[in-house]
């Protein structure tokens, strides 16, 4: 194995701390991602797979083979009165059972009102579109709205992703399904329990910015201020929340995979490998803490 991370050269590793794979709504199967991680000139990539962590075995294997450090993670869609708010989990301890069990009746949810969904388009637009169909695009199991949109882009119905988003699958639309969320403070719990550090996702992307106060009070780790959708304001804007609540900065691209040209790019984020080293030791205090209730 080659290793990827020297301390003395930490300044000049880099590591993209939020990508998707096939495990859930990404294109890429986590060695794929692996080796594409490597091209980009990465060093080390966090894998956060929205309610599951079935890619993480895989990403492992293959980042040992390539020289690719791999930290554990998930990203976990909770929801506080109607908007979503999007809690990462890093260094989780992914083989508990109890926490598997969870993340399994949270894709369950996902089947169930993906399926919906598609009932919703062919009912309301009439649209010629089937769940077998989207179950193809599915290769592991958390099926989300990427899949659906895949779909109806495939089909040619809408031009690309953001369109199936903005006009037939967005929270705002009428094929719009609910389905079960964790709130925000069951999310990070839940993170804790299994001894990860829980981190607010792309905050800049929350309509309702007292959601971003709630996770903090809620105790969340970290702030995601670095991310491909932010704008530099926004990032420099988190960041100081973050130092003035005493919590890490991350960042990463939310790579799935797609190569249109306003999709995020692996590595489009490149944060120092220090931060590793950061979420490894909060991971610790957390299973410390865990461990002595
Ligand atoms: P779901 O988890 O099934 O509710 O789908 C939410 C996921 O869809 C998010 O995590 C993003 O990956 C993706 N998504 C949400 N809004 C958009 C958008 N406007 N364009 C592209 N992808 C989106
Ligand atoms: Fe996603
Ligand atoms: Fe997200
Ligand atoms: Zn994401």
Redesign the pocket.
Known sequence: MVCCFDAQKKHEYFVDLHTHTTAS?GLLTPSQLVAQALQAGLMAIGITD?DSTDGLREAITAGERLGVQIVPGIEL?TKADDEEVHILGYYINYDLPWLQDMLASLRHA?WVRGKRMVENLRRIYNFDISFEEVKKEVTQGAV???HIARVLVKKGIVKD??EA?EKYI?THCPAYEPRYHLTIEQGIKLIKDAGGVPVLAHPGLLKDQKHAMLAIEFGVNGIEAIHSKHTPEQCEHYRRLAHEHGLIVTGGSDY?GEKGKDMPQLGDIKMPCSIIEDLKRMAHVTNRLTQSV
């Open positions: 709504d929205h869609n996902r989300g709205r990427p992703i953001a988003f967005g799935h």
